[in-house]
């Protein structure tokens, strides 16, 4: 019959490392498909014009029960979220985020991290994790890690040169992701150490 | 933020201006362009964001949903910046003057002398002269 479609539950947002998805549970109704819309709302909308909601085109009428916003989700601001269910013609209730969404709240992973020794040459790779992101590379001789030295690395390029090794010694570097937009750094990576042995690199 | 407003007004700008009807008016560069101004710029960039966020974006809305977002998402970011300067004025470290309150009082004659949707708009598409300025100072 024409029952009340339920408005969708469990509405949540996963966000990691700047890439934020709001996810919610299916609504089921037996040997129908249903559908789902999605619309946010920023702090702009609700204080400066008339408290509106916009919606996200890529999740309009979708089957899907995720929808990624990381587009829309593009100041470090509260954002409200909504999303409703359609079968046919029969229309839910918007079900909300509870609660407000800020990228500030992002959970963020330390860089995958690649270290190399190309003869005398400490170099690192670096994971790239989008635009929004910055590294802060840390690096030592073994054994001396009251010198230990840094680098920024705004841009991922393909590999970054640290150092000039000296023979026979050891080097070890960690590093982690910094996120200016909203002033929060990742742990650091665990600790990569190598050496240079006669201008041959051997991973220790 | 600046980056992430230009990026998002880049991608409407076209869109935006081909709405600006009005060529021979300026809201930002009459009579004279933002970059003569040469103390009071943190108040301007202050009284600027203000007026973009209070009279701007909410005139502007589209019947194109994709502007619409990206409107949205500019505004947004107007707002997070707005709310750093008004901390900076609040610990008075962004002070005005004679020259800055002309400028602004300047720009807000030229807006206020069009209708409020074409003002809007037209301040909207020239968002690329404000950047340009604040990225310049």
């Not at chain 1, 469990?10 to 890439?19: E, G, Q, R, V």
């Not at chain 1, 003869?119 to 890690?145: I, N, R, S, T």
Request: proline share 2%.
């Amino acid at each position: 019959g024409d029952a009340l479609l339920p408005a969708p539950q469990n509405i949540s947002i996963l966000s990691t490392n700047m890439k934020h998805f709001l996810t919610w549970s299916p609504v089921i109704v037996q040997g129908e498909t249903v559908r789902y819309t999605v619309e946010f709302q920023g702090e702009y909308e609700r204080e400066y014009a008339n408290e509106s909601w916009i919606p996200i085109c890529e999740c309009s009428l979708i089957t899907a029960t995720m929808c990624n916003v990381t587009e829309d989700i593009s100041a470090t601001v509260a954002y409200n979220l909504r999303v409703r269910a359609d079968v046919g013609a029969r229309r839910s209730e918007w079900g909300t985020l509870k609660g407000f969404f800020n990228r500030i709240t992002t959970s963020l992973t330390p860089p995958l991290m690649k270290v190399i020794a190309d003869g005398y040459h400490l170099l690192v790779e670096l994971e790239d994790m989008g635009p929004a992101f910055q590294f802060c590379v840390l690096y030592w001789k073994k054994g001396q890690e009251s010198r230990m030295q840094q680098k920024v690395v705004k841009q991922v390029s393909s590999v970054v040169h640290l150092d000039t090794m000296e023979a026979g010694s050891d080097y070890c570097v960690k590093a982690q992701a910094y996120v200016e937009a909203i002033n929060r750094s990742s742990s650091f990576s665990q600790t990569q150490c190598v050496r240079v042995q006669g201008g041959t690199s051997m991973w220790l | 933020s600046v980056t992430k407003i230009r990026s998002s007004f880049t991608t409407i700008k076209a869109n935006i201006q081909a709405r600006d009807s009005i060529r021979t008016l300026s809201i930002l560069s009459h009579p004279h362009s933002l970059h003569k101004v040469k103390v009071g710029r943190c108040c301007i960039t202050r009284q600027l964001f203000n007026f973009y966020v209070d009279k701007v974006f909410k005139h502007c809305k589209t019947e194109d949903s994709f502007v619409n977002r990206k409107i949205s998402s500019i505004a947004n970011s107007f707002l997070s910046v707005k709310r750093k300067l008004e901390q900076c004025h609040e610990q008075n470290k962004c002070l005005c003057g004679q020259e800055s309150d002309e400028k602004f009082k300047q720009i807000l004659a030229n807006y206020e002398g069009l209708n409020v949707t074409s003002a809007a708009i037209k301040s909207l598409g020239e968002l690329d002269i404000l950047l340009d300025w604040i990225e310049k100072s």
